[in-house]
């Protein structure tokens, strides 16, 4: 949804400083409670997996379920990069976006939404190492989906992002 919201937006800026599209105001601002019901979607599968037998820790010894703390420590331990980006998200990027950003440069706030098309392959990557682990299959390379679309992404927004130049021979 972001990838498309982030196409739609770059596509219909003609001037990559000035123009304004009425998406990008309105996703930024659908995106910050996304983040927060996000982290907590995350914590409430960390603490469900700890509630289950046999899955208490990292290393497969079953484990009492402990407290809720005890439970939130190992979910910032084991995904801390993963909350900071959600936080930064909401607690650094919205505002500047809403309020420094005041209206200008919605062309760059889309091409760094299009990059949002890697998303499907970074979880399909985080699937097929759990289920890697119960010994079902064999993992394949998950780098190549991930950066193959990261490469077409970056390669099909050059054309928005480095206009050509009237200089050109």
């Known amino acids: 949804m972001a990838s498309t919201a982030g ?41 469900h997996k700890h509630q289950v037998k046999g899955h208490g820790g990292d290393d497969g010894v079953a484990r009492a379920p402990g ?35 005041q209206g200008k440069g919605d062309f760059f706030l889309g091409c760094m939404l299009m990059a949002e098309v890697s998303t499907p392959f970074v979880c399909l990557g985080k699937i097929l190492i759990q289920v890697s682990e119960h010994g079902r299959v064999r993992e394949p390379d998950g780098g190549t989906g991930k950066g193959g679309t990261f490469r077409v992404a970056a390669k099909g927004s050059g054309p928005f992002v480095i206009p050509p130049s009237p200089l050109a021979f």
């Open 67 to 101: 407290s809720t703390w005890a439970i939130a420590r190992g979910y910032l331990h084991k995904e801390f990069l993963m909350v900071l980006h959600h936080a930064a998200m909401v607690l650094v990027c919205f505002p500047l976006s809403v309020v420094w950003r």
């Open 7 to 47: 196409y739609i937006v770059s596509t219909s800026c003609k001037h990559i400083i000035d123009d304004q599209h009425w998406l990008s105001s309105a996703y930024t601002q659908f995106a910050v409670p996304y983040f927060i019901y996000d982290i907590y979607a995350m914590f409430l599968c960390h603490w």
